[in-house]
């Protein structure tokens, strides 16, 4: 079974500044898609990037990046400039991509603070 | 619809009775997801359907907990019996076919927060 670790329960930044998410995960596949959703304090979940592991290239989506080491197992999110709207709890989630079960598995979490 | 639509937003019950909890998908999404979430948890799956067959239904803690999707549209989460350990937030999530060459974001719904007492 594939589990997903988010080792940092709280983080804080200040606005504007760059903040780095951790997350690992453990799986057998080779291919597979890694998350990250964000929880704002609405509790909806919106998805904030994602990277498919057959692709060398990190994802990056405007403030948004990843650092993708698949040889680590490493998925790690950076949030550049950062806003007050970034404050929410983010999740890191997994989904393997063989066969018909597409079960998506999610990390307990990091909630971010953004301080202004 | 334009989103996924879940009722009741909030249920509060009584230990042993059973509820019912409805998720309406995106129009034309295929597979839709039922999570489970704690206070200061990540989501924990459930049960997934692709149109009426339930794909998966590993994560149903136990025989108390059923879902169903009849026409392949709607699903409704059953918990009979329910337990004070029951109390938790219910997501449901909807999403295109997954396909390698295909988004299959997962859209999910507000939640039905469920309260047993």
């Known amino acids: 079974a594939q589990t997903v670790t988010q080792s940092q329960p709280e983080m804080s930044v200040q606005e504007a500044e760059t903040v780095t998410l951790s997350c690992t995960y453990d799986t057998s596949e080779s291919n597979y898609y890694l998350f990250w959703y964000k929880q704002p304090p609405s509790r909806q979940m919106i998805l904030v990037i994602r990277?498919?592991?057959?692709?060398?290239q990190n994802a990056t989506e405007n403030r948004f990046s990843v650092n993708f080491q698949k040889a680590a197992k490493s998925f790690s999110l950076k949030i550049s400039d950062s806003q007050l709207g970034d404050t929410a709890m983010y999740f890191c989630?997994?989904?393997?991509?063989?066969?018909?079960?597409?079960?998506?598995?999610f990390g307990k979490g990091t909630l971010l603070t953004v301080n202004p | 619809g334009a989103g996924v639509s879940q009722s009741p937003r909030y249920k509060v019950t009584k230990r042993g009775q059973d509820v019912a909890l409805r998720c309406d998908p995106i129009s034309g999404h295929v597979s839709l997801y039922w999570y489970r979430q704690a206070l200061g948890q990540g989501p924990e799956f459930l049960t997934y359907f692709n149109y009426e067959a339930q794909q998966d239904k590993s994560g149903l803690p136990n025989d108390r907990f059923s879902a169903e999707r009849p026409e392949g549209s709607i699903s409704t989460l059953t918990i009979q019996r329910t337990e004070q350990r029951d109390s938790a937030m219910y997501r449901c999530a909807s999403s295109l076919y997954w396909d390698r060459d295909l988004t299959g974001e997962l859209f999910f719904g507000e939640g039905s927060r469920l309260t047993v007492l």
């Open positions: 989630a997994f989904m393997k991509s063989i066969g018909s079960n597409y079960k998506l598995t």
């Open positions: 990277q498919e592991a057959y692709k060398q």
